[in-house]
């Protein structure tokens, strides 16, 4: 699948594709919705840009590539979002860490999610954090092929 890796803003609705993708993707796999139930007429897609936790997606390449960073993810991993559409998502863990990280995901291939993941991630800058409780899951498209996986996750802490 070919991912828009344009910045969201108004103009692509907030990558409302994308969005729509991973928040249907988790609400398939996980039985429960991504973003919590509000009142608020803001667009999906729009507040899973804004929401105050993190949300990240990449392809299913053989070397798998960022396609989504929410704002959060921006800011915590320090880095644009034109750095993170094309950064490799095993560069989001340190080397030693990487092992693990391919364990993780190659587990939620076959299981399709996991929501108790925790680990040790790096920022741009070198800043390493924790992250714990994050939920990581298969993207999966209208034809029912996994394009990718997404990972959100609210709790984190510098190390």
């Known amino acids: 699948m070919n991912f828009d890796r344009a910045q969201p803003d108004e103009t692509n609705l ?3 594709e994308n969005a729509n993708l991973i928040i249907s993707s988790y609400r398939h796999l996980l039985h429960r919705e991504l973003l919590p139930e509000t009142e608020n007429i803001t667009p999906l897609a729009r507040r899973l840009y804004h929401a105050p936790f993190v949300v990240l997606a990449h392809d299913s390449a053989s070397d798998p590539v960022f396609f989504y960073a929410n ?3 921006q800011q915590l991993f320090e880095m644009s ?3 993170m559409v094309q950064l490799p998502s095993r560069r989001s863990a340190e080397p030693l860490l990487r092992e693990e990280r391919q364990r993780l ?7 399709g999610y996991i929501d108790d993941y925790a680990g040790i991630r ?3 800058t070198g800043k390493r954090f924790q992250i714990a409780r994050a939920k ?3 993207l999966i498209d209208a034809g029912g092929q996994i394009v990718g996986q997404a990972a959100a996750f609210s709790e984190w802490t510098a190390v």
Do not use: G, K, Y
């Open 14 to 16: 907030f990558q409302a």
């Open 71 to 73: 704002r959060t993810a």
């Open 81 to 83: 979002w034109q750095t």
């Open 105 to 111: 995901l190659e587990c939620v291939s076959s299981q």
């Open 122 to 124: 790096i920022s741009a």
């Open 136 to 138: 990581v899951w298969n």
